[in-house]
Nanobody, 117 residues
Framework: QVHLVESGGESVQPGESLRLSCAVS????????LGWLRQTPTIERELVAG????????YYGDAVKGRFTISQDKVNNRVILQMNGLRPEDSAIYYC??????????WGQGTRVTVSS
């Protein structure tokens, strides 16, 4: 069974950086993609970044391009989201997700990021 556990969310000031980490276990051949989705009370779920584990292809939402980086630590079975230049509009609950590309069947419990001065 796929199990995802996020960590790293906290309150920071605009312009600062955060590193979210997701411990991943139980991946199967059908779960070929990992990603980070975020959700706020006013915005529907938004795919922030995705990674296709087979080829290493990465995707970034327009709002985070150039600021966020997704990577996979295969040694420690983690997927990392490095977030730089954080803005107040990045405040959200961030979920680590896994599944077939675009079909996120598995979700972590979420970690809250707050960006405020």
């Amino acid at each position: 069974q796929v199990h995802l556990v996020e960590s790293g969310g906290e309150s920071v000031q605009p312009g600062e950086s955060l590193r979210l980490s997701c411990a991943v276990s139980g991946l199967t051949g059908e779960t070929n993609s990992l990603g980070w989705l975020r959700q706020t009370p006013t915005i529907e779920r938004e795919l922030v970044a995705g990674l296709y584990t087979g080829s290493g292809y990465t995707y970034y939402g327009d709002a985070v391009k150039g600021r966020f980086t997704i990577s996979q630590d295969k040694v420690n079975n983690r997927v990392i989201l490095q977030m730089n230049g954080l803005r107040p509009e990045d405040s959200a609950i961030y979920y680590c997700v896994a599944g077939a590309w675009g079909k996120w069947d598995y979700w972590g419990q979420g970690t809250r990021v707050t960006v405020s001065s």
